[in-house]
């Protein structure tokens, strides 16, 4: 983590210059919260819509250990008998000191985004990289304009790469923070619906995804689903473009793909990989890890070994093994029509199981198209036994599944425990159960009732 003088702080933060008393003090670390360790650090005060970050500085020092804190100078009543930095405002001041911090160590960074995919594919570029490098990368969902800044301040001073995911809600985002952190390479995993609200249209969330390659190095290589339209014909034909993907004409197309209870085999021209994870969809995103592997001089043989003995992040294709002998497929951490459908398509490809039952619920931030979406992923349901759905969206999941499947193996439901108490009587040993729905549905509850 950051370990730098008062004095150096306050340069790098782009702050007011502090008083010749206090410019050798040294902060070891940053943090927004109070309710963490704070002996040391540098406390950060946000101001969000229903709380103020500056109410807590007098705690952060005198009751959490913290040795200074940041001060926006529109602020009222600064203590005059702390450490503080006054700084036009406090995020800004942590973007820059980040960003100072960035260029002082020298890492490369790869920079990630995508409609769906980002945490996992972070997690495979992760696995593949440290068979080779010092890596640090993106602490849970650490990827806002926050968040970023908060992660890199985070690693150590001998850190050689840094694999950074990039969120956004809106246009502009995901410029600021490949300004941040200027990638050496940049990842586009796909274009989904997600943030459809925000942006009106997949196209307006494609523009904004490439706003990623704002602060890409000169030499930097962006590194795109090459299955995607509406990501290729914006950057076709640049040298610092490498597609991937499933269809022919990619850079790196991925064949033979076949799954088993394990994994997922795939083949890249004559080497064939395993990833421990089930679906195509993922290995699209072991594409990415792959690619990045090779521009950082990883070995092939290293990048066979990072993908073999990748942990994914929890609740993304996490396969349960229950004591009744049927198996759960978690992906309950987040859901889209994309995403939605990729699961289906895995649930549909499973052989040597028993029943195949999908469990779905609410997919959410998808604007005044949602009823339209929710209906169109039932009637993409296929090669599967039953569907239980979940959530008022859920509704329209279950009246388009009732038009192409047989209608009483359709069951929706507005209440957890009830789905629960109709879905166990219907499992047997040997079945597979998947589990898709957006973060807010809280569909593990459901996992945690079938296990």
Do not use: C
Request: proline share 3%; charged share 25%.
């Amino acid at each position: 983590m950051i370990k730098r003088t008062l004095k150096k702080i306050q340069e790098m933060a782009e702050g007011q210059p502090i008083s010749s008393e206090y410019s050798a003090v040294v902060v070891e670390g940053v943090s927004r919260d109070t309710r963490e360790d704070m002996s040391g650090k540098l406390y950060i005060p946000i101001i969000g819509e229903n709380f103020n970050g500056h109410e807590f500085v007098r705690d952060a020092i005198e009751k959490k250990g913290a040795v200074a804190s940041f001060w926006q100078k529109d602020q009222p009543e600064p203590p005059a008998d702390l450490n503080l930095i006054f700084v036009d405002d406090t995020i800004e001041a942590l973007q820059h000191l980040a960003s100072s911090y960035r260029n002082e160590i020298g890492m490369k960074v790869v920079g990630i985004t995508g409609s769906n995919g980002k945490t996992t594919t972070k997690d495979m570029v992760t696995s593949v990289l440290e068979t080779t490098f010092r890596v640090h990368k993106t602490a849970g969902n650490y990827n806002n304009h926050i968040g970023l800044p908060l992660t890199i301040l985070s690693m150590k001073e001998d850190t050689e790469v840094a694999v950074l995911e990039m969120g956004m809600s809106g246009r502009g985002e995901i410029e600021l923070l490949s300004n941040i952190a200027k990638p050496d390479a940049a990842v586009i995993t796909n274009i989904g619906e997600s943030h459809m609200q925000d942006l009106g249209s997949r196209e307006g969330i494609a523009e904004a995804k490439l706003e990623i390659a704002a602060g890409l190095k000169e030499d930097g290589k962006l590194i795109i689903n090459g299955d995607e339209p509406l990501l290729t014909a914006r950057v076709g034909g640049n040298a610092n473009v490498i597609p991937f993907g499933l269809k022919a004409g990619n850079h790196y197309q991925a064949k033979d793909i076949t799954l088993n209870g394990k994994g997922t085999h795939f083949i890249i021209e004559e080497t064939e990989y395993f990833i421990p994870v089930l679906g195509a969809h993922n290995v699209t995103n072991a594409l990415a890890a792959i690619i990045v592997g090779e521009l950082f001089g990883v070995s092939e043989e290293n990048r066979k070994i990072g993908l073999e003995q990748l942990t994914i992040t929890g609740m993304r294709n996490e396969v349960v093994e229950t004591s009744g002998g049927w198996t759960v497929i978690n992906d309950a951490y987040n859901a889209s029509p994309t995403s939605m459908r990729a699961a289906l398509d895995l649930l549909g490809s499973l052989d040597g199981y028993g029943k195949k039952i999908a469990v779905l619920g609410d997919m959410l931030e998808l604007g005044d198209m949602e009823k339209t979406f929710h209906h169109e992923i039932g009637q993409y349901v296929k090669d599967v036994d039953y569907v239980f759905t979940f959530g008022e969206l859920g509704m329209e999941i279950a009246k388009g599944a009732q038009e192409v499947m047989e209608p009483a193996r359709v069951k929706p439901f507005m209440n957890k425990q009830e789905l629960i108490s109709e879905l166990l009587p219907l499992l047997e040993s040997g079945d597979v159960v998947m589990v898709k729905g957006s973060r807010g549905m809280k569909l593990e509850e459901v996992i945690e009732g079938i296990k």
